[in-house]
């Protein structure tokens, strides 16, 4: 299987070369409340964010109603009811999808949202979406993943909860219609403990599949993306909310505003850090090299014909004047030109 190795999404051209896209993941964290849900949008904005993600889905299409929540969704929302009725609470229609989107163009934001159940996906279509988001409890259903793929949008598929043989078979499938693709390492606890975030599966990806890979990060506070972006990622996503105190399944392990925009600023940073693969000094270094790199001067007198040696000829800074110590090897064994005083500065004539 192949995938392309640059990916367009919108504006936003990604590849290994290319800006890490920064997805700020607001779910389901609107609570069902509109005005919240644009909320969320601005401080998207305001961070600095290149898109902002919902979740689409219609309960009845998703789950049976009588299946227990996750055991952290247990610890943060009212335990007595079901996680039917949890999620019933926090759908959003399509048509509010729809508003949503008109707001993150006036607000200049990508807007993007997982389809969570195949009706959903298909009133997605009128959005005409720029990407499709297949999540982690959507990695191993084949038949989701081809109907996703027809689609010819960009597909980014978030590997959580699963085995590798798993993702492989994903992929196999995804890449028999749909090239365009980029490969999430995901932990699907929230949050998740530092021992079980896995970074390593990154190379993993990267060396297997030979594509875009990125990261879904439930971990706390700004958390891993900073060294995932070190190892590769391109891109990376993270729940983010109005308020971690608020009534609703993942708000407890999202970024409050102030958290995302200093996640957003540190992952920037390390962009600025990992620089360009090129070894070559930097414009600042060049000044610096001249002062502190060594040339060859003369250690003693050296009279007109004489063989120069390591007994007569030393590396010393000169302010980045005659031959580099590098040739040092080129001119052991050459007859001087002239006469030399100590620490004069050697030439090759």
Do not use: W
């Amino acid at each position: 299987m192949k995938f392309k190795k640059t990916i367009q999404i919108g504006n936003f051209s990604i590849s290994m070369d290319s800006p890490v896209f920064i997805i700020a993941e607001a779910g389901v964290n609107h609570n069902g409340d509109m005005d919240l849900a644009k909320k969320l949008i601005d401080v998207a904005v305001e961070s600095g964010a290149d898109a902002v993600k919902f979740q689409s889905f219609i309960t009845e299409e998703l789950i049976l109603d009588n299946v227990e929540k996750a055991t952290y969704q247990k610890e943060t929302t009212e335990k007595s009811e079901s996680q039917f009725m949890m999620l019933k609470k926090l759908e959003f229609a399509v048509s509010r999808m729809k508003t949503l989107k008109a707001y993150c163009a006036e607000k200049e934001i990508l807007f993007l949202t997982t389809p969570f159940d195949e009706k959903s996906l298909e009133l997605l279509d009128e959005l005409n979406l720029e990407a499709y988001k297949i999540s982690s409890t959507d990695t191993t259903n084949i038949g989701f993943i081809r109907k996703v793929a027809a689609k010819g949008k960009p597909v980014i598929i978030s590997t959580g909860m699963c085995y590798f043989d798993e993702v492989e078979r994903a992929l196999q499938v995804l890449s028999e219609v749909n090239q365009d693709a980029i490969l999430l390492q995901c932990t699907s606890n929230y949050p998740v403990k530092d021992n079980e975030v896995h970074l390593n599966v990154i190379n993993t990806f990267k060396n297997q599949f030979d594509m875009i890979v990125g990261f879904s990060d439930h971990t706390p506070s700004i958390g891993a993306s900073p060294y995932a972006v070190a190892m590769g990622a391109k891109v990376v996503e993270k729940h983010f909310t109005l308020d971690k105190k608020m009534e609703g399944p993942d708000h407890r392990a999202s970024l409050d505003p102030s958290e995302l925009k200093a996640y957003i600023k540190e992952i920037r940073r390390v962009e600025q850090y990992l620089g360009s693969a090129e070894k070559e000094p930097t414009q600042d270094e060049k000044d610096t090299r001249n002062r502190l790199q060594k040339s060859l001067v003369a250690a003693k007198s050296i009279s007109k014909g004489e063989i120069f040696s390591a007994e007569n000829i030393v590396a010393k800074r000169t302010g980045g004047k005659g031959i580099s110590a590098l040739d040092y090897d080129t001119v052991i064994g050459k007859v001087a030109g002239r006469d030399y005083v100590k620490n004069e500065i050697i030439e090759l004539k």
